[in-house]
């Protein structure tokens, strides 16, 4: 209202001259008052006062345009009815110049409190890595940040070095180091989703070598989710922590097995068995078999499964609860489905919880299995594949010892399942997965840490839950009987190493002398039955290679027949009679490499 009459005096003063007499000016006094009038109601017509500061885009400044030109109309046409005489230039320079004066003022404005806010606000400094459309929508977004500010683009591109790009310049690489020292604690944030892992890894580690705290562009998924753009930037997923790349093992093997087969899933709501299910889809099988025994699981994975299942697709998918210890269960949901693959992933994994209830273990891992085995052989399924796991190479715990017997058990019936082919699959650590880190990290991060780590030595190998099913279907197809798929994971990770990446790459910082505000690692100690470092073979010769290259088939040492047996009565007399020092001595006897933990040996 206030900058309409301004407006329109500069404009008879540009039509007449800044140094013409006042006659002019006071001739129209009526139409000045009566466009300062009708400005608020323009405005509110185009709800102009609804134009928030930061977003001041080309549509935004179109309303403001719109409003000037309105206004032009009005002091046309007050102009012609009150016959002042106005020549009809001075509206149409009234448009303009108001248009230039309210855009300036808002610019004005915005870049006053911008300019405020990051010399009191202490907004970090971001540069961001990549100038192409995602860096320019990542710009965007931190602009109306309240803890980061972008400063400068940077950029391999020599054609865009040099360009102003969303206000900022666009840098050459190499002039980071001068951007750091202008701007005090600079992040770095890659923005250049293109590029495969491995070579964004590696740029990310040479701006840690700098130095520099590196942030990630986060997915679009991501961006339109809850929350601000820098919560947003930690884009932690399990594949950017293996510290190696991803295993491809899409081997058309594996359509080929399960295509038209009749495939039971044990354990089907548990992490493993839920991804082998959805990749199981892709198999086009006539039927998945559904077997779990928490309802709530088995509700969840059945819905899941149903939904992704292709238009007009013929895949028949069953739900039935039960338990892996109940035999007659088991073998009734054989029979009646018909079931020619069973995958056995159904199992007490989490180390803590089972050694302090190791009975409950033992049932389940050893005693479990034994059932669904021997129901397959008795069924006549095709192939059954045990899901194992590392910890079952010379174990220091009860739940690798169990799985170890479970193998063992597996092992013995092969030699006597006639046709049914019987296989294990043994791999590291899951990340994502209900029993990995990655969950208990991202909480602790989440809740300001500390990140809690057992000790500071501990490793791992790992990969990824889609990794571990695809590893499970394929031993399915590879199996002969009575062997052991490995998959050739890498180095093992320190778990420090991943505390501090996922540190990292969530936005923050590890606590230090330097960031005494950031995120804290905390070793707590060893657990009851934790090793420094797990092993996935027992014997490192032997090794037989398969189809596919990162996949290994190892013949390793069995029980005979009269071992097992006896085995399998001491852990059942065991469990019946909840005698736990009779359980942990039967497995010291019959699991190489175990050994009776220091503390409950004490107790005992």
């Known amino acids: 209202m206030a900058l309409a009459p301004v407006a329109l005096f500069f404009a008879v003063s540009l039509r007449y001259g800044m140094t013409a007499p006042w006659e002019p000016v006071s001739r129209s006094v009526p139409v000045f008052v009566l466009v300062a009038l009708a400005a608020p109601v323009v405005a509110l017509a185009l709800s102009v006062h609804r134009i928030k500061l930061q977003n001041l885009e080309l549509r935004a400044i179109g309303r403001l345009g719109a409003a000037a030109a309105i206004l032009a109309v009005i002091a046309v046409v007050a102009s012609y009815m009150l016959r002042t005489g106005t020549p009809r230039s001075v509206p149409v320079i009234f448009g303009a110049v108001y248009f230039v004066m309210i855009l300036a003022a808002r610019s004005g404005v915005l870049g006053t409190l911008s300019l405020i806010r990051d010399l009191t606000g202490g907004r970090a400094p971001v540069v961001i890595y990549g100038a192409g459309s995602e860096g320019v929508q990542i710009a965007t977004a931190l602009r109306a940040s309240d803890t980061l500010r972008p400063v400068a683009f940077v950029d391999d591109n020599a054609a865009l070095q040099g360009l102003q790009i969303a206000g900022l310049r666009v840098h050459h690489p190499a002039d980071l180091a001068r951007c750091a020292a202008r701007h005090e604690g600079v992040r770095v944030v890659l923005a250049i989703p293109h590029l495969d892992a491995p070579r964004r890894e590696t740029i990310a580690a040479g701006l840690r070598d700098q130095g520099l705290d590196v942030l990630m562009l986060p997915s679009h998924a991501e961006l339109l989710g809850g929350g601000t753009i820098e919560k947003k930037l930690r884009p932690v997923r399990p594949d950017e922590l293996l510290g190696r790349d991803k295993v491809d093992l899409d081997v058309p093997a594996v359509a080929k097995a399960y295509a038209g087969r009749v495939v039971m899933v044990t354990g089907a709501g548990g992490s493993i068995g839920s991804e082998l299910c959805r990749q199981l889809l892709d198999c086009h099988p006539s039927r998945i078999v559904l077997f779990e025994h928490s309802e709530f699981a088995l509700y969840e994975i059945d819905r899941e499964l149903r939904a992704l299942c292709p238009a007009g697709s013929e895949i028949d998918i069953r739900t039935r609860l039960g338990s892996v210890t109940n035999a007659a269960r088991v073998a009734s949901v054989m029979a009646e489905d018909a079931v020619e693959f069973v995958l056995h992933a159904a199992a007490y994994k989490h180390v803590p919880l089972v050694e302090e209830n190791e009975l409950e273990g033992a049932r389940n891992n050893v005693l479990g299995t034994r059932i669904v085995a021997e129901a397959a052989i008795a069924a006549g399924v095709e192939r059954f594949v045990l899901v194992s796991t590392d910890k079952a190479v010379r174990p ?102 991943i505390a501090r990446r996922m540190i990292e790459l969530s936005g923050r910082e590890v606590r230090s002398d330097a960031h005494p505000d950031g995120i804290g690692i905390e070793i707590t100690g060893l657990r009851p039955g934790e090793k420094l470092y797990e092993e996935l073979l027992i014997d490192d010769d032997g090794l037989i290679a398969t189809p596919h290259r990162k996949i290994l088939r190892a013949e390793e040492e069995s029980l005979s027949q009269i071992e097992t047996a006896a085995m399998l009565r001491e852990i059942s007399g065991a469990v019946e009679a909840g005698d736990t020092a009779r359980l942990r001595a039967g497995i010291h006897h019959y699991v190489r490499g175990y050994h009776i933990p220091a503390a409950v040996a004490a107790q005992a």
């Not at 013995?412 to 990290?441: E, H, I, K, W, Y």
């Open 396 to 497: 220091t715990n009860i739940m690798g010892a169990t799985k170890r017997l479970a193998e063992l058990v597996v092992q013995d019936l092969q030699s006597r399942s006639g046709g049914t082919r019987l296989a294990m699959v043994r791999f590291g650590n899951v990340l994502g997965s209900s029993g990995s880190v990655l969950p208990l990290f991202q909480k602790q991060i989440e809740q300001g840490g500390p990140v809690t780590v057992t000790h500071p030595e501990v490793t791992r190998f790992f990969m990824t839950i889609p990794e571990a099913a695809r590893l499970v279907l394929l031993a399915g197809a590879f199996a002969r009987g009575g062997d052991v798929f490995v998959l050739n994971m890498g180095q093992p990770m320190r778990i420090v190493e």
